[in-house]
C-alpha cells in the first residue's frame, strides 16, 4: 500500500473527549454511593459480629457463674480496678490474656504487664472496635471502646447543672442511684454498674421484663464521652457509662465548641463540654439512622434514632414492666 493510500486516522475532538469524561464522572458518581453503602453494609455486619461475640460471652459466663459481671469494683471506690470486659475475656477466647491480669492485686499492678512489657490498660481487644467508629482508639495509654453496658434508664446529671434536658425520661428507682452509684441492683434501672457491691452481677431471673426486651449493650462513640479510661477501668467509658435516657445518635458532647457544635445542628449545643454527662453518657454510632445492641437474649439490633422516646427507656430498665412494641 503507498502513502497516498493509507488511511487517515482520526483523532478525537475536544468536545467528544469532554463527552467521554462527563460520561465517566456521572458513572462514576452514580456508583459511588453503592460502593459507600456496600463497604458500610460489611462494617456494620462486623460491629453487630463483635456484639454477638459479647452476647455469647456474658451467656457463657452467667451459666459458669449464676450472673454477669456487674461492672463495679470490688476495692475502695476511685482504687484502680477492671471493667466487666475483663472478666470475660475467658469466654471470648482471651484465656491467655485474662491469665496475666492480676485481678486480686493492690492498686495499678492489676494493669500493668500483659506480656511482652505491654500494659493491659494498653491491649487493643479488636472485638471490642466496631469498623464505623472513626474515633480515638487510644488515649493516655487506654485502649478506647466502641461499646458500653448499658445503665438502661438511668439518671446521668451534667457537671453543667443547666444541661440536664433527659433526666425527666429517666426511671427513677428508689434512692437515685445517679450514674450508676449504688449499693444494690434494686436502685440500677438496667444490667450493669460502676458502683454496686452488695451482689456480684444481675443474674437472668432479675430481668423480669424478659431477656429479650432488655438492652445489655449498645454503641459508643469514643470522641463524644470524658472517661477515657476506656474498655479496660471500671471507670472508663466501655463499663458502665450509657444511659437510654438520652436519645440515640445525639452528638451534642461530640465536639470542640459550641460554635462548632451549633454549625451541626445538635441538639442545645452549650451543653457541647463532655462533662455534661446527661448527654455524653448516651448510645450512638456512625451508622447511618440508628446504632445497634445487644440485648438479653443474644439478639442483635440496629435501633433507628428515631425510635419513641419512652419506648427506648423501656427497652432500657429491665424491670419496669412496660409493654413495648419494637418494629425495627
Known amino acids: 500500500m503507498t502513502k497516498a493510500m493509507r488511511p487517515v486516522r482520526r483523532a478525537f475532538t475536544l468536545v467528544e473527549l469532554l463527552v467521554v469524561i462527563a460520561i465517566i464522572g456521572t458513572l462514576v458518581g452514580l456508583l459511588l454511593p453503592a460502593v459507600q453503602s456496600a463497604r458500610e453494609s460489611a462494617r456494620r455486619s462486623s460491629c453487630s459480629n463483635n456484639l454477638k461475640q459479647y452476647g455469647l460471652a456474658l451467656h457463657n459466663h452467667h451459666d459458669t457463674n449464676g450472673y454477669i459481671p456487674s461492672g463495679a469494683p470490688t476495692v475502695p471506690w476511685g482504687s484502680p480496678a477492671m471493667s466487666w470486659h475483663a472478666y470475660v475475656l475467658p469466654f471470648l477466647e482471651q484465656q491467655g490474656l485474662a491469665s496475666k ?50 445503665l438502661g434508664s438511668q439518671r446521668t446529671p451534667s457537671a453543667d447543672g443547666s444541661c440536664n434536658q433527659y433526666l425527666g425520661f429517666a426511671e427513677v428507682p428508689a434512692g437515685g442511684a445517679d450514674h450508676g452509684n449504688a449499693w444494690n441492683f434494686k436502685d440500677i434501672s438496667g444490667v450493669f454498674s460502676r458502683l454496686v457491691t452488695e451482689q456480684k452481677g444481675v443474674s437472668f431471673n432479675m430481668v ?64 457541647f463540654t463532655k462533662s455534661n454527662w446527661n448527654y455524653s453518657w448516651g448510645f450512638r454510632s ?43
Request: net charge negative; charged share 20%.
Open 208 to 271: 423480669s421484663d424478659g431477656l429479650s426486651k432488655t438492652i445489655f449493650m449498645g454503641e459508643i462513640l469514643a470522641d463524644c464521652h470524658d472517661h477515657r479510661e476506656g474498655l479496660w477501668s471500671f471507670n472508663g467509658m466501655g463499663n458502665a457509662h450509657a444511659s437510654t435516657i438520652v436519645p440515640i445518635n445525639t452528638m451534642t458532647t461530640c465536639y470542640d465548641s459550641q460554635a462548632e457544635a451549633t454549625t451541626k445542628n445538635v441538639p442545645n449545643p452549650q451543653c
Open 286 to 328: 456512625k451508622h447511618p439512622g440508628g446504632a445497634q445492641f445487644l440485648f438479653g437474649d443474644g439478639s442483635i439490633r440496629m435501633i433507628q434514632d428515631t425510635i419513641d422516646h419512652t419506648t427506648y427507656q423501656r427497652l432500657g430498665g429491665r424491670k419496669d414492666g412496660g409493654t413495648i412494641t419494637l418494629d425495627n
Open 101 to 150: 491480669i492480676k485481678f486480686n492485686s493492690g492498686g495499678d499492678e492489676r494493669f500493668r504487664d500483659a506480656g511482652g512489657g505491654q500494659q493491659v490498660r494498653s491491649v487493643k481487644l479488636p472485638v471490642a472496635r466496631c469498623p464505623s467508629d472513626p474515633s480515638i482508639t487510644d488515649e493516655g495509654g487506654w485502649f478506647q471502646s466502641s461499646y458500653s453496658g448499658s
